[in-house]
């Protein structure tokens, strides 16, 4: 379950009747930059709640990225709402005069949170509260068995310090306690939810007619092992909680949280409140578990290795090392660190020195005999299989590779047994059944049935090991399985594959060719091909390649491109014709307007594309094979080409693919990005108009799923748009775009999608098609914004349109360094076209909705601006920062957002940012009164 965008919060009353809740626990986070103990928070906490209902707003932190990993981790339990309205803190004047049914209070922030949990019994938890498991799993374990019905059941928490330098956790003897009439296991009523507190910093629930119990120390307060001490999560509040928490840090008198300290103060909690049957005391206090930072730093380390950020990893292991030299869990991961790294020596000495401290350490012995067979030590691998064997004898992954082994030496007989001892164990291991296929056909002893089975088992094997990156292993198991059976198809292909991602290009494209032989129909490997010859910048061989799949799976291509016989006429450049200029004006601007359709008495194609293009060649031949693998002929697709005075023009590369296809249009000279996409909009014929950019491309069926669902839609739909995915310069996929978590798997119209729209744009080009009479209507792109621009016409068009929403991964968008948005971040455009598109949206929005779209647009953009503040700043683009900052208080300058940037300028990052501002200041002209 994605995280839940809120963008309307309404409370149903009835959610809180007791009588339509189940029994058991739910907690309730309310988070606002908590990222620094979150992870432990909710690690110590989710084995004690049946769920946890997690509402976050106005995050400047890493906070969210922290809530979609543990949703993801923990996707039976957690519930995550990203609440977009602003939220007023406590003790502000707007929070003070505030009602409690606005959705900006406090309150009522907190109330729709309970309102979406399911269970009779609620916990508050905040993000720096973390739990201490055994204390928190009695109490569960006790409510499980006797739920609590009117009643309320308090606990406390210990504030934690620590010195400088200092590893040990100290008390405050002047402030040892959090928690002793605020935070509480309660049942949820309609009476017993948050108020407004008389004293206006707080914000309480209400306890009122609920049994009151006390139940002891439960947490750790981390809010004082923050690097700001907890003064952040308080930077916006003024007056008395301030004042407090300058007091309470300035008052401190520390001592070491030790036994002796505990059993002195065992009865410390004085409450007025009787305690429950389940009661801690501060005497019992376990050990401090579970905030110590070097786990979440080893949690790191891992993160970073299984994302392949290699240096970051091995930094993360060293400095665990630095305050537990011996911790296994580090040195083993120095380890994989160093194999992955290529360096194997380095591998074997980080393992050796962990096995000094775990020498009982299966895993360790397993891969430092996984090591050693890679290095071809097959004595040394052998003997660490044995070791690992006797600490685990049942392990079967440990005799198939010991197998493997031994297989390598020549015992074969061995070898055998040994494979037969692993599908004994584990008769499911595949790779053992493999290895041992393997073994009996190098000694002869397969059946042809026998061969085929065994070569479509190395091949799934390959497809396995090629998933998980082990590309070595990976052409190992293809070759084997060519090896039993030459006509094998896709086990040529697949390590033609494997091939090209390890650069071996000439021996990938020999294998691509023994697929095509066997299977001349497969499109994926005349792709594949093609993408070969233009790395090595044979775009003749990749041209015939392309050419030549297209032909094979599309008739229409094949016959079009068949009729198209220039014959050795050297065909002149077709230039752009005459396109008639005008304005449409919509709210207070005016756009280029799209002229009618000429002649429209005469067919129309369903689709028009237009791919706009300007000198990039790289990746324009995989972006119009794309295009045309699915071209269905004239009568119902027009393919665009306009280019933009590119030099050398572009038309005989784009006529080499798509001559009798491809219509190609070069201007004069440059109109600039924008005006060329107009162009290419007033030149179409198309009742669809599909933009295509020259590094994007379409997957199959892009174009037949939208137009089954798009004709004969009615004339209120204007736009349309689709799922997609990023992709890098590799080709690669990176990430899924956010369409699928905004508006789930059910095509349709979206509801409220103006809404959405309005406060930011989830879409990318290539998803997107605008029926042609909206551009009549509406006009084309805005011309002045040099960034984001489809976001202010993707507006425009709901504000008059309806949208279609078809589900489904149907494009994919390139990121990559020479794409114009990373240039646009660099500079601070970005932040100024943002600006400038919300100044233009504004003057047309309906009245009903303008209110709220221009609040949640300007304050959702300054922070997702000033979240890449800092872009500028580490590339030593100080102008690109000083531009950003100006604009960021254009984009919104309401005291929560400024407070923010402070708080932004404060960073020890922004202090070149800072100097300039003083240098700007200085500079400026000064009058005396």
């Known amino acids: 379950m994605a995280i839940i965008p809120v963008e309307n919060p309404v409370i149903n009353p009835s959610s809180f009747e007791p009588q339509n809740r189940l029994d058991g626990i739910s907690g309730v986070m309310l988070i606002h930059n908590e990222a620094e103990f979150l992870s432990q928070v909710i690690e110590t906490w989710i084995d004690a709640v049946d769920e946890l209902a997690i509402a976050f707003n106005n995050c400047t932190d890493n906070t969210p990225q922290i809530i979609e990993e543990y949703q993801r981790k923990y996707s039976d339990k957690i519930r995550a709402f990203h609440y977009l309205h602003q939220v007023y803190s406590p003790n502000t004047k707007e929070q003070v005069e505030s009602e409690t049914n606005d959705v900006r209070s406090f309150c009522y922030y907190a109330n729709f949170t309970i309102s979406k949990t399911r269970y009779k019994t609620c916990v508050l938890i905040n993000g720096d509260h973390v739990g201490i498991p055994a204390r928190l799993e009695r109490i569960y374990q ?19 310090w620590k010195k400088p330098n200092d590893l040990r956790y100290y008390v405050n003897v002047k402030d040892v306690a959090l928690g002793d009439g605020d935070l509480a296991y309660w049942t949820v009523s309609p009476e017993h939810i948050f108020i407004k507190h008389p004293n206006p910093v707080w914000n309480i629930i209400r306890y009122q ?20 001490r907890g003064q952040g999560n308080y930077g916006t509040y003024e007056g008395s909680l301030s004042q407090l928490r300058e007091a309470r840090l300035k008052e401190t008198q520390l001592v070491l949280l030790e036994a002796k300290l505990k059993e002195k103060n065992k009865d410390l909690q004085n409450v007025s409140w009787p ?9 019992s206090l376990p050990d401090v578990a579970g905030v110590d930072s070097t786990d979440e730093i080893l949690q790191q380390a891992v993160e970073h290795q299984q994302a392949n950020r290699l240096n970051q990893a091995e930094q993360a292991y060293l400095q665990v090392l630095e305050t537990q030299p011996d911790r296994p869990e580090a040195l083993y991961g120095l380890g994989i660190v160093a194999q992955q790294m290529g360096n194997p020596q380095m591998a074997q000495k980080w393992w050796s020195k962990a096995l000094q401290v775990k020498p009982d350490s299966v895993k360790i012995w397993f891969s430092l005999g996984n090591l050693y067979q890679a290095q071809g030590q097959l004595k040394e691998a052998e003997e660490a299989y044995k070791r690992s064997l006797a600490l685990a004898p049942d392990a079967a992954p440990i005799y198939n590779n010991l197998g493997y082994t031994l297989q390598q030496q020549q015992r074969w007989e061995e070898a055998i047994a040994s494979y037969q001892k692993a599908l004994e164990l ?16 190098a000694q002869g002893k397969l059946s042809q049935e026998q061969l085929a089975h065994y070569a479509a088992l190395n091949n799934q094997l390959g497809n396995s090991r090629k998933t998980a990156g082990d590309l070595q292993t990976a052409a190992i198991y293809y070759r084997q399985a060519i090896a039993m059976q030459p006509s094998l198809w896709e086990a040529h292909y697949n390590l033609g594959v494997v091939l090209q991602e390890r650069g071996e290009l000439e021996d990938a494209i020999a294998s691509y060719q023994t697929a095509l032989q066997l299977d001349p129909n497969h499109w994926e490997t005349y792709t594949r091909l093609g993408k070969i010859y233009q790395a090595q910048n044979n775009l003749k061989e990749a041209i015939a390649a392309y050419r030549q799949g297209l032909s094979r799976i599309n008739p229409h ?19 752009t014709p005459p396109i008639p200029q005008g304005e449409v004006t919509v709210g207070a601007y005016q756009f280029p307007a799209i002229p009618p359709v000429a002649d429209p008495q005469n067919p129309r194609p369903f689709w028009t594309v237009v791919i706009p293009v300007y000198n990039r060649t790289h990746y324009l031949l995989e972006c119009l094979t794309s295009l045309l693998a699915q071209w269905s002929g004239e009568a119902e697709m027009e393919i665009l080409v306009v280019d933009n005075a590119s030099t050398p023009p572009l038309f005989e590369l784009v006529n080499s693919i798509g001559g009798g296809v491809i219509r190609y249009y070069r201007h004069p000279q440059n109109l600039g990005a924008l005006p060329n996409h107009n162009a290419g909009i007033a030149l179409s014929r198309g009742q669809w108009i599909h933009i295509l950019h020259d590094d994007d491309c379409v997957l199959p069926g892009f174009y037949s799923q939208l137009q089954q669902s798009l004709e004969g839609c009615p004339d209120s739909i204007g736009a349309a748009f689709t799922g997609f995915e990023y992709f890098n310069e590799k080709g690669v996929v990176v990430e899924k775009g956010e369409v699928a978590s905004w508006f789930g798997e059910q095509s349709g119209i979206p509801q409220n999608f103006l809404r959405r729209i309005g406060v930011t744009c989830p879409l990318q080009v290539p998803a997107v098609v605008i029926r042609r009479a909206a551009h009549e209507r509406l006009g084309g792109y805005h011309p002045k914004l040099d960034c984001a621009p489809e976001w202010e016409l993707y507006k425009r068009i709901a504000v008059f349109y309806d949208w279609w929403y078809e589900p489904g991964t149907l494009a994919r968008y390139r990121v990559h360094s020479h794409r114009m948005t990373a240039n646009d971040l660099l500079s601070g455009t970005l932040a100024a076209s943002l600006r400038q598109g919300l100044e233009i949206s504004e003057s047309y929005l309906p009245a009903d909705d303008f209110a709220e779209i221009t609040a949640q647009a300007r304050s959702y953009n300054f922070n997702y601006c000033l979240a890449r503040a800092a872009i500028p700043l580490k590339a030593g683009n100080l102008a690109g920062a000083w531009r950003m900052l100006q604009e960021l208080l254009k984009i919104d300058r309401s005291p929560q957002s400024v407070a923010k940037l402070f708080e932004w300028l404060n960073q020890d990052k922004a202090a070149p940012l800072r100097d300039e501002i003083a240098s700007q200041l200085v500079s400026m002209p000064w009058n005396d009164p």
């Open 557 to 575: 291509y094949a016959q079009a491109v068949a009729a198209y016989q220039p014959a050795g006429i050297v065909e002149e450049v077709p230039v």
């Open 142 to 160: 006790y409510l499980k068995k006797n739920p609590i019905q009117n009643t309320a059941l308090f606990f406390s928490g210990v504030n934690l």
């Open 209 to 228: 007619g609920l049994e009151l119990y006390y139940v002891g120390w439960i947490f750790w307060h981390t809010c004082y092992l923050k690097k700001d």
């Open 426 to 441: 584990e008769p499911n291991c595949m790779e053992a059944e493999a290895n041992l296929g393997n073994a009996l056909h």
């Open 275 to 283: 305690r429950f049957s389940l009661y801690f005391d501060f005497g």
